[in-house]
């Protein structure tokens, strides 16, 4: 005795069988804002745009105050690296100096005021025990910042021949 299996054909209009089972596919159907709606009208509406526009405004807003911020950090940065080179070339001119004189100078530089400070180093009772003298080298920039004055100071130690004795 044979036993006929029924035949399993697809379902027209995009059904798919398997094992004799079928399953219809869903129909999905792209939506278009422009295209008219059931009412017969397309497009967004007012409060729609006016909400994207105020979302978008405020969004230009933070990221414009974070890149001006990002701006002004970097001009910082750079106008005190500036002064920094300027008062290290002022230590290294001072310490260039066969015997500096004790004393002060000060001058400008493009946007920078410096002051440059010669100062003996120690107590008068150590100056007299020590076999040299030592002076301390001050250098002073100052500068007009975003956020008001700024000023950097170095400072180094160097030995001074005593006065009286032979000077190399």
Known sequence: MCVS???????????????GYTAKRAAFRPVN???????GQAGFTLIEVLVALSILSISLGVLLAVFMQGL???????????????AQSLLVQVKAQANPSIGSSSGKAS??????QVVPFGSAQDRAAWQENAAQIVATVSWR????KRSISLSTLRFLPKAGSDSE
């Not at 002004?72 to 500036?82: L, V």
């Not at 910042?145 to 008001?148: A, I, L, T």
């Open 145 to 148: 910042g975003s956020g008001g």
């Open 111 to 116: 946007d920078f005021l410096w002051r440059l």
């Open 72 to 86: 002004d950090r970097a001009r910082e940065s750079r106008e005190e690296a500036a002064a920094r080179v300027l």
């Open 5 to 19: 299996q029924p035949a399993v054909t697809p379902i027209e209009h995009g059904g798919v069988s398997f094992a």
């Open 33 to 39: 804002a422009w295209a008219p709606s059931a009412s």
